[in-house]
């Protein structure tokens, strides 16, 4: 067998291209569903949680409760639905779930304060719904600490032992939309990228087309390449239109390299789509390589990248596992080039750790490409 | 037409279905072991719980009382001391490179302007890349500090009033522990995902190999052709939901308060709902690729619009509107209220309704539009 040749590289390029393209429905879907994915994604997920819905029972006979109900409405996270008249109401209202908190004042808790003897307000959460209910307890308890500090020194001419000065970089307003979208595209491509390669061999062996490729005179190295071409090209015009969108729709700030952006894509790609390559090649069915895909890239991508979720607070295991799951150091690249504006100097580490998930990537692909008929 | 031998047939076909899938050994460990694989990655890393933050200190001040701050922080268990120097510009480079989330800064005279009563102040550098994380932590950090500062002024003898103290009490799920509330609601992703994914190939399968035309030349209805096939993965999704549970309740200790008929009577509607979904993406899906491109594109919405991990109360109204479309998020309201609530029939029947009309709505129209494309003899 001679050599690596372009040319013939280019002509399995231009074969798996002719058969994409005469999948008419598979290449519109290519093209659209990232755009969807990112519409929905950018629209629907909101971490903001605004506006919870709180029930108050408001029993203090003095102004201070007032105050702070003023102080929970005040902070825009807080929508006061209803004041309660009893205790017995709240256990109701959680139950029907119309209401996510309730806020329970007691009668004292004006003249407890102003005697200086401290005073507690309670909050009940709907906890069937854990999630609104960590953050709407976080909103609660910062809310109710400034609310305290005010009170502390209020009437006393001195000034907060020690104060924290908050500033926010990157994303000072803290919008969800700004966190999600960039990270988004390297979701997107860990999907597509599965979807699209997890069938590309395995379609081969099941239609016994691979008889063919098998007597055909390519070195492996060649159809891997060639096979992987035309999908990379489709990858890098997804990551252009995901930027644009973001940019454009969701109002994304772009404040990095677009051309870092485009090489770290690249190097992404190489090494995702070798990944799905490997699996179609390895597991010869098209049934079960589209399962694994989905559990070997798209969950990792969405759970363990650190896109929504936060990796610190996870188990050590999954802490550990992260580190093999690419599209981590890829979602650190795209916050840092969008929101960021960091170039590589910051991000080489991430960048080493893609381009060896690309050769790992080609080289799985290729080692379990074999090019011998035995089922 | 005889009963048994409709009835004959439609065994036939099952039979033929499980022995083409259970032919490749490979497929039982796929089948049955990503769902439990999903159920634990779910378990393990959803979760909202804002802990060990990467924190880089730069103490100008190098005192105890500079000392006794940021070990008041690391005490509460929310910061992780990741990096310490003595340089401003440190903060911006860890902050750049993604090493640390947050920065603490004290300035010199820090200690002194604690002791004189003049009031200390500490700058505080968040990253907002994320912003549910930067907006815990931020309340975090004001908290700590306030009280540590309470507390520095109280050893000193300057006496400050108490204040407010929030005491949170959480219904259903006291330790407000993520998992119980997203554990549960994987089973209604799985068996979406299942069903759907195993009916689409199934059809699709038969077409692109070939096989479609001889199938058509057996004396077998559509309608027959339909039950054998969606049976099998019938099957499948309710082991699958079983396994998914045993997990939820054995490993991850999450209650299960409510009925368990409930949940089989609503998870059966909710599987035909699923398998009339895979049957429609079958019947205009020429090829596997297409079936799996099709299933992304109706799964990932539908997954979104649910509230598996994104509540739908923080929606914009229009998507708010569109979730009630959506039959997954019923199933997991259904889900949510049978764990955690202990509800049982008598308090989810009107989702179990809704789940069913749609089931009944998508079973209908997949069947008459596969039934054409099919063009059987009889």
Avoid: C
């Avoid at chain 1, 390297?186 to 087309?209: D, F, K, P, Q, Y």
């Avoid at chain 2, 439990?36 to 730069?58: E, P």
Wanted: charged letters at 15%; proline letters at 4%.
């Amino acid at each position: 067998m001679p050599g690596i040749s372009l040319g013939r590289m280019l002509a399995m390029a231009r074969k798996e291209a002719i058969q994409l393209r005469r999948d008419r429905r598979s290449l519109a879907l290519a093209f659209v569903v990232p755009v969807l994915l990112l519409l929905f994604f950018g629209y629907a997920i909101t971490w903001d949680v605004r506006e919870i819905r709180l029930a108050v029972l408001n029993e203090d006979v003095g102004r201070r409760g007032a105050e702070l109900v003023d102080a929970f409405v005040a902070s825009g996270y807080f929508r006061v639905t209803e004041h309660l008249a009893r205790y017995g109401d709240a256990d109701r209202r959680l139950v029907e779930g119309d209401v996510a908190a309730v806020l329970v004042i007691p009668p004292t808790f004006s003249r407890d304060l102003a005697a200086g003897r401290g005073a507690a307000v309670q909050l009940l959460l709907d906890g069937s719904d854990a999630n609104t209910a960590t953050i709407a307890l976080g909103y609660a308890d910062a809310i109710v600490a400034r609310y305290s500090g005010q009170v502390v020194l209020q009437g006393r001419r001195s000034v907060a032992p020690i104060s924290a000065e908050t500033r926010v970089w990157y994303n000072p307003t803290l919008e969800s939309r700004n966190m999600v979208v960039p990270g988004l595209i390297a979701v997107i491509m860990s999907i597509i990228a599965a979807t699209l390669t997890s069938l590309t061999v395995a379609r081969e062996w099941e239609r016994g087309t691979m008889e063919q490729l098998a007597s055909t005179p390519v070195h492996r190295l060649e159809v891997v390449f060639g096979k992987l071409l035309p999908y990379v090209a489709i990858g890098l015009f997804d990551v252009a239109v995901a930027v644009l969108a973001g940019v454009l729709v969701f109002g994304v700030p772009f404040r990095g390299s677009l051309l870092l952006l485009g090489v770290m894509s690249l190097l992404f790609l190489l090494g995702a789509l070798g990944l799905g390559m490997f699996i179609s090649a390895a597991l010869k069915s098209q049934v079960l390589a589209t399962q694994v895909a989905m559990v070997a890239t798209y969950l990792p991508a969405l759970l363990l990248s650190g896109l929504i979720f936060d990796l610190a607070s996870m188990p050590w295991v999954l802490r550990l596992v992260s580190h093999v799951v690419p599209a981590r150091y890829f979602v650190n690249v795209t916050r840092g080039v969008f929101l960021k504006g960091v170039g590589l100097d910051a991000l080489w580490t991430r960048g080493l750790s893609m381009l060896v998930f690309a050769a790992a990537g080609i080289g799985l692909a290729t080692a379990s490409f074999q090019k011998r008929i035995t089922r | 037409m005889s009963t048994s031998l409709r009835l004959l047939r439609i065994r036939t076909l099952v039979k033929k279905e499980l022995r083409q899938l259970f032919r490749d050994p490979r497929t039982k460990r796929v089948v049955f072991g990503a769902p439990i694989i999903q159920v634990v990655l779910f378990g393990y890393a959803v979760t909202t719980d804002v802990r060990h933050v990467s924190t880089f200190v730069v103490d100008h001040d190098q005192t105890a009382a500079s000392r006794a701050l940021v070990d008041a922080l690391t005490a509460s268990g929310y910061f992780r001391v990741v990096g310490r120097s003595d340089r401003s510009g440190d903060i911006g480079e860890a902050l750049d490179a993604g090493r640390a989330v947050i920065g603490i800064e004290i300035p010199r005279g820090f200690s002194a302007d604690l002791a004189a009563g003049r009031g200390a102040r500490v700058q505080v550098l968040v990253d907002g890349t994320n912003s549910n994380t930067a907006t815990i932590a931020q309340g975090y950090v004001n908290r700590i500090v306030q009280s540590h500062g309470l507390r520095e002024a109280a050893r000193r003898g300057v006496e400050f009033p108490a204040g407010v103290e929030l005491r949170a009490r959480a219904w259903f799920n006291p330790d407000l522990t993520s998992r119980a509330y997203n554990v549960p609601a994987v089973v209604g992703v799985l068996l979406l995902l299942i069903s759907f994914l195993l009916t689409a190939l199934a059809v699709v399968r038969e077409r692109e190999m070939g096989t479609l035309e001889q199938l058509q030349m057996t004396p077998l209805t559509p309608g027959e052709f339909i039950l054998g096939k969606t049976i099998p993965v019938a099957l499948i999704a309710f082991v699958d939901m079983i396994l998914v549970t045993a997990v939820a309740l054995f490993w991850f200790d999450v209650p299960f308060r409510g009925s368990a008929l409930a949940l089989f009577v609503a998870s059966a509607v909710y599987i035909l709902a699923s398998l009339g979904a895979g049957l429609l993406i079958s019947s205009i899906s020429r090829t596997q690729q297409e079936a799996f491109m099709g299933m992304f594109l109706v799964l990932l919405p539908l997954v979104i619009l649910s509230g598996f991990m994104y509540p739908v109360d923080s929606m914009p109204a229009f998507f708010q509107k569109l979730t009630l479309l959506n039959p997954m998020r019923h199933f997991l309201e259904i889900v949510r209220a049978v764990f955690l609530k202990g509800a049982g029939l008598a308090e989810v029947w009107p989702q179990v309704v809704v789940i069913a009309v749609m089931a009944v709505a998508v079973m209908g129209l997949a069947t008459r539009r596969l039934g054409a494309s099919l063009r059987f003899r009889s």
